[in-house]
């Protein structure tokens, strides 16, 4: 296990509801990065966060948005939700600073919006 | 175009075979190189990091050419346990944004 939680597991919501998603990142890690992953499909970058700010977002529109706390866990904030929403959103954690670029993923939460 | 483009897939291969995996990205400004590995409805999880130099682990060989902007990952001996979407992934400078590949889907028969 990466050490990275997520939640919740599943969730399911209807057209133009907001939804918030939670990820707490793995010890000693200070940067936090979300990802949509339809089906059949890669992951896509959506943003990342580190210490409190964003740094570096996708090709997603406004209505995506986020936070981090000062203990490092994040949230992905989706306002006015559309059928397209539905998928497995990740975050990663992992620590700035090194050379070494692995990220740490969580186990996802399951997005459906009828 | 894709910014990482994998073959498309599926691969299905008798336990023992080898399998080899195709993968190009377009941003020559990439720098580093990934194998990404990921089980059915499970988080992707880093297989390896590819350097231009190969590596190799165990029965996993991966391969960078930077001239043609190619990424190739080599499994030899295929276990049913390998079965599984691998994602062709790259990261461009030090945004530490990883792009990934659609994945191709690799099921090993017994």
């Known amino acids: 296990e990466t050490g990275v939680t997520q939640s919740p597991t599943h969730l399911i919501k209807t057209r133009g509801q907001q939804v918030t998603l939670r990820c707490s ?6 940067t936090v ?23 570096g977002r996708g090709n997603f529109p406004p209505r995506f948005s986020g936070l981090q706390f000062p203990n490092y ?28 670029n692995e990220q740490f993923f969580g186990p996802g939460t399951r997005l459906t919006v009828l | 175009r894709k910014e990482v483009e994998q073959d498309p897939g599926p691969f299905n291969v008798p336990e023992g075979a080898t399998v080899a995996f195709n993968c190009t990205y ?6 580093s190189f990934f194998w990404y590995r990921q089980d059915c409805r499970k988080e992707p999880k880093l297989l390896m990091s590819v350097y231009s130099s190969g ?15 190619y990424i190739s990952l ?22 530490r944004q990883l792009t ?6 690799l099921t090993v028969l017994p």
């Open chain 1, 73 to 100: 866990s994040s949230e992905l904030n989706v306002n006015a939700l559309e059928l397209d929403d539905s998928a497995l959103y990740l975050c990663a954690s992992s620590q700035a600073g090194g050379s070494y």
């Open chain 1, 25 to 30: 990142s793995q010890s000693g890690h200070n």
């Open chain 2, 74 to 95: 080599l499994i030899r001996d295929s276990k049913l346990s390998d079965s599984a979407t691998y994602l062709c992934v790259v990261n461009v400078g030090s945004a």
């Open chain 2, 100 to 105: 990934f590949g659609s994945g191709t889907q």
């Open chain 2, 26 to 31: 377009s941003n020559s400004a990439s720098q």
């Open chain 2, 55 to 69: 590596n190799e682990d165990g029965r996993f060989t991966a391969q960078l050419n930077r001239a043609s902007q």
């Open chain 1, 33 to 55: 990065s979300w990802y949509q992953q339809a089906l059949g499909q890669g992951p896509q970058f959506i943003f990342q966060y580190y210490r409190e700010e964003e740094n």
